[in-house]
RNA sequence: GCGCCUGUAGCUCAGAUGGAUAGAGCAACGGACUUCUAAUCCGUAGGUCGCAGGUUCGAAUCCUGCCAGGCGCGCCA
């Protein structure tokens, strides 16, 4: 709808320039709204005062030019105005909305998909907590983000691949199978002292136990270095494999699990630092390698391989992410926690310093989830080991409702996620009042079936019959729906589509409690249930893009 | 000290590329179920968009400075 209207005001404004009225073929892009105030039409133009410079003429002089030379082929248009400093309104006709609901009977699932991506390879990478503990609520965040965000990408016609970023070596892995080492040794009965810097969870000692069942005693009698190791094996995997079970439960699954390990076993790391140094951006210093990052904006340079010889976390993410690039995509999406942010700039140096446009790396920064219950805060701390897991939190709200609760929010700002009112079945809990529309047009549905209505045929003399104010509202929002997902993808932020969902809800629910869907007229009954049927996909297409079920009763 | 994010109704938050009179929900008060699901709806009330300048036809939105809160500033990950 918004964008026919744009052919036309363009074509105005070729034509008047042709014409001679308009001095020069300078044209800005045409933007249109819809205005809040329904006194000024169904959709507005700004065109004429963002041409008054160009054109040297007077905004309203322009928007008379632009009415002048208006043609309008589909007959849409009931009225065109000039108000206010130079805006053009326009008011279409009444009959100009209801075949936006055929529309989205026809092409159902795909109704707000668009091909504006298409061509475009891009990787999103989200989640990749480390393997040495369950995911947290948290992490649930960026999963929902991530998830939500690659959803996006795919309707707009990218290529999208998922992927998880393993980080299955380094320091963090030993201190993992120390933990668990000592965990053994105190379950076969030693008495150990157990340090501050080890997993304090209740998790590593269900490992033990597992590691003791399947190995027996055989694990402590090796060397410490070896039975470290073994433990570390074994505990990775096993964490690996838990959350990977979190996450289909939450809905989520990956294309690609790829191993921060494997970049050194197969002398990735190593060559992009070979690489770094023929561009002469690396230096040593103090015994240690840096790598001059402040050339590309970074406040200071990074130590990519220690005094003591080992790289650095940053070395791996170098190599990674020059092979994101040279895996051929376009654009490469990281989503990452808030907290590390200050990552960004040296991030995105080294992509520049491999030869790839920084602009290319894109980061989407999720802020933290305080976890309340009752409105108070429940007490979260990584070192007692006292958190509260994802796996516990769907347990308790379901997975949909700590999905939608999610993606309530901008992902920059913080979130708080209060389990009571997730539960909670009333107007609080936006995901149930999102998630009834869809039930209760459902309800209509089935009633109409049980009146032998099930054919949703739709036909000019029906939808002809949809004229009240709430009606051409509903239809009004059904149109927005593709500019809204194009948006959310532009901008990387699903939460716009839970907004928009929200307030389609509420229309709905108006709409719902003024008028009767079926009742003794079969033209209009007929006219109406094409409408809630419309509702019911666009409701359900959105859920979809969020990860979130969409029920047929409630 | 430097950097990033946030500041909008009593509370929790929306406000796409600058647009016309700044919007929801909750909480408060008053109403609507013999009819397609009341997990719903209708009505009333509520504002110096943190503060001060600037840019322009026009600013919650862009720029500068300040104030408040969060986070980050390791040869950690």
């Known amino acids: 709808m918004k964008n026919s209207l744009k052919e036309l005001i363009a074509n105005a404004a070729r034509k008047a320039h042709a014409a001679g009225v308009l001095t ?53 248009i009931l009225r065109m105005e000039i108000a206010g400093p130079g805006f053009v309104n326009f008011f279409l006709k009444p009959t100009a909305w209801p075949p936006v609901v055929q529309q989205v009977l026809a092409q159902d699932q795909t109704y707000g998909a668009s091909a504006i991506g298409a061509g475009v390879r891009i990787q999103v990478e989200f989640v990749s907590a480390n393997p040495t503990g369950p995911l947290h609520v948290g992490h649930g965040r960026g999963a929902a983000v991530g998830d939500s965000v690659a959803n996006l990408l795919q309707l707009c016609g990218f290529d999208v691949q998922r992927e998880y970023y393993i980080n299955d070596s380094g320091r963090q892995i030993q201190t993992l199978g120390r933990s668990v080492l000592l965990r053994c040794r105190e379950l076969l009965g030693e008495t150990v002292v157990f340090p501050e810097e080890c997993y304090q ?42 959350i990977r079970q979190d996450l289909e439960t939450f809905g989520i699954s990956f294309d690609r699990w790829y191993s921060e390990q494997s970049l050194y076993d197969n002398g990735r790391i190593e060559r992009s ?103 108070l805060p429940v007490a979260m701390g990584k070192r007692s080991g006292d958190f509260v897991t994802l796996r516990e939190v769907m347990e308790e709200v379901g997975s949909d409702a700590a999905r939608f609760i999610f993606l309530t929010r901008d992902h920059e700002s913080p979130l708080d996620f209060d389990l009571t009112v997730a539960k909670q079945k009333t107007n609080d809990n936006p995901v149930y009042y999102v998630q009834y529309v869809h039930a209760r047009i459902a309800s209509i549905l089935r009633k109409a079936a049980e009146q032998g209505l099930s054919d949703l045929c739709w036909d000019d003399a029906a939808g002809a019959r949809l004229v009240e104010v709430e009606e051409i509202q509903l239809i009004k929002a059904l149109a927005r729906y593709p500019e809204a997902v194009q948006a959310a993808t532009l901008a990387l932020a699903p939460h716009r589509i839970t907004f928009f969902l929200m307030q389609l809800a509420a229309l709905f629910h108006a709409y719902y409690n003024k008028h009767r869907v079926l009742g003794e007229d079969p033209v209009l009954s007929r006219g109406r249930l094409c409408l809630v049927a419309a509702v019911q996909k666009v409701i359900r297409n959105g859920l979809t893009v969020l990860g979130v079920g969409a029920p047929d009763q409630m």
């Open 273 to 375: 630092l070979e690489e770094l140094k023929s561009r002469q951006v690396l230096y040593l210093q103090d015994g240690a390698w840096w790598f001059k990052t402040t050339d590309f904006g970074d406040e200071k340079d990074r130590v990519v391989v220690r005094q003591n010889g080992l790289t650095t976390y940053f070395a791996s993410d170098i190599a990674y992410h020059r092979d994101k690039f040279e895996r051929g995509f376009d654009r490469v999406i990281d989503v990452w926690g808030a907290d590390h942010h200050g990552y960004i700039p040296r991030m995105r140096a080294a992509v520049e310093a491999s030869g790839y446009a920084p602009e290319r790396f894109e980061v989407v920064l999720v802020q933290l989830v305080n976890l309340l219950r009752d409105g």
């Open 201 to 242: 969870g209740d998790y590593i000692r269900d490992l033990a136990r597992a590691l003791i069942d399947a190995q027996g005693e055989a694990l402590v009698r090796r060397s410490d270095d070896q039975a470290v190791l073994e433990c570390a094996r074994f505990a990775a995997q096993a964490i690996i494999a838990g």
């Open 24 to 76: 020069t073929a300078e044209f800005p892009a045409v933007e249109i709204e819809e205005p809040k105030n329904d006194t000024h039409g169904d959709f507005a133009t700004n065109f004429a005062m963002l041409s008054a410079k160009a054109q040297r003429m007077a905004p309203r002089k322009i928007a008379q030019a632009l009415l002048d030379h208006m043609e309008d082929p589909q007959a849409m």
